[in-house]
């Protein structure tokens, strides 16, 4: 709410285009759709990269706002409720005088910035290897694009498990902001582990 209250414009672009690219970013990796429908496959493409422009583009414009968001979210412990899971706030490291400062939460403004940059970076990357025709690569930075698409999904997993492994709550915020990491890691498996990839490694190098 506070986000939304300071830009209200951003946080809906932001997560509508978040919503877009999640959604319309699966059906590029639907092969007899690719093949069969070529055209439809570049259209629902350009619609992915056009979200993924708007909702990185206002990512970059609310990530210095993103330690005041963490210290505001993290200062109400109602929203921190596990005791359903037999999870008391001492044990995840809260206690009745905590209090949170955006100063400890850099890390988070820094992780936020750098996903959009890297989010952008891909998805330019994805779109000038099919324009060049270099379809391989075109689906390696896709791959690796749409996983920074998915840190969105990412970010929410990883919160409880890191919060319940530190033990510590500006470590664990910290840690989930920089979870898009994993995605990439994750991204770069499939890609080197794929059939192509393999081909591809036993093919011999032009000079």
Known sequence: MLAYSRHPAAILLHIS??????????????ERLRDSRPTLHRTTGYVYLTAVLV????GLLLSPDTPLFAAD??????????????????FL????????????????EVGFAALAVMWLLTSALALACARQKRFG?????MIRSYSLTFAAA???LAGLPFLILTRNPVAAITCTFWSWVLNLMAAEWIIRSSPESAVARRLPQRA
């Open 17 to 30: 285009g978040g919503i877009v690219a999640m959604t319309v970013g699966l059906f590029q990796f639907v």
């Open 55 to 58: 909702a990185g583009c206002t």
């Open 73 to 90: 979210g993290l200062g109400d412990l109602t929203r921190f409720d596990f005791s359903v899971l037999g999870l008391s706030p001492s």
């Open 93 to 108: 490291g809260y206690s009745a005088s905590s209090r949170f400062s955006p100063s400890q939460f850099l890390l988070v």
């Open 137 to 141: 690569d075109h689906r390696a930075w």
């Open 154 to 156: 990412t970010v929410r």
